[in-house]
């Protein structure tokens, strides 16, 4: 009965065990991911909104390309510009603050263009 339930209790904490490995690495994972759309969708999103706030809209597929395109642009202009003129260094929260950066602005602009559309049109 004792040789039953030392088994048992060793697939349990073998169990636990990687529970606690499969939530560390699916955490990694997921910051990973967000990390990711926060640098190189979320800014070129938000102003890709900004750059057509009035007239056409665009498709779905235009929407992503132009959001990935302009990411990939601006987040590096703006961490260079930053690394140039105050000297902060190139890493990680240079770049989520960069990406953030931009993706504030985007929404600004955005906000404030649909703002002013609705003022003129209504």
Same mark, same amino acid.
């Given at each position: 009965?004792t040789n039953?339930? $030392?088994?048992y209790?060793g697939?349990?904490?073998?169990v636990?065990? @990687?529970? #606690?490995?499969?939530?560390e690495?699916?955490?990694r994972?997921?910051g990973v991911?967000?990390?990711?759309g926060a640098?190189l969708?979320l +800014?070129?999103y938000?102003?890709?909104?900004a750059?057509?706030? $009035?007239?056409k ?5 235009e929407?992503v ?6 990411s990939?642009? @601006? #987040?590096?202009?703006?961490m260079?510009?930053?690394?140039r003129?105050?000297?902060? $260094?190139?890493? @990680? +929260?240079?770049? @989520?603050g960069?990406g953030f950066?931009?993706?504030? #602005?985007g929404l600004?602009?955005?906000g404030?263009? $649909?703002?002013r559309s609705s003022?003129i049109g209504?």
């Amino acid at each position: 009965m004792t040789n039953i339930l $030392r088994v048992y209790q060793g697939r349990t904490s073998l169990v636990n065990g @990687l529970n #606690v490995i499969l939530n560390e690495d699916l955490l990694r994972v997921l910051g990973v991911l967000g990390g990711l759309g926060a640098t190189l969708f979320l +800014p070129g999103y938000l102003c890709t909104h900004a750059l057509f706030a $009035r007239g056409k809209r665009l498709e779905v597929l235009e929407q992503v390309s132009f959001s990935f395109c302009l990411s990939a642009t @601006l #987040v590096p202009i703006a961490m260079y510009f930053l690394n140039r003129v105050f000297a902060v $260094r190139i890493a @990680l +929260p240079s770049a @989520l603050g960069s990406g953030f950066g931009v993706s504030f #602005v985007g929404l600004a602009t955005w906000g404030i263009r $649909r703002r002013r559309s609705s003022e003129i049109g209504g």
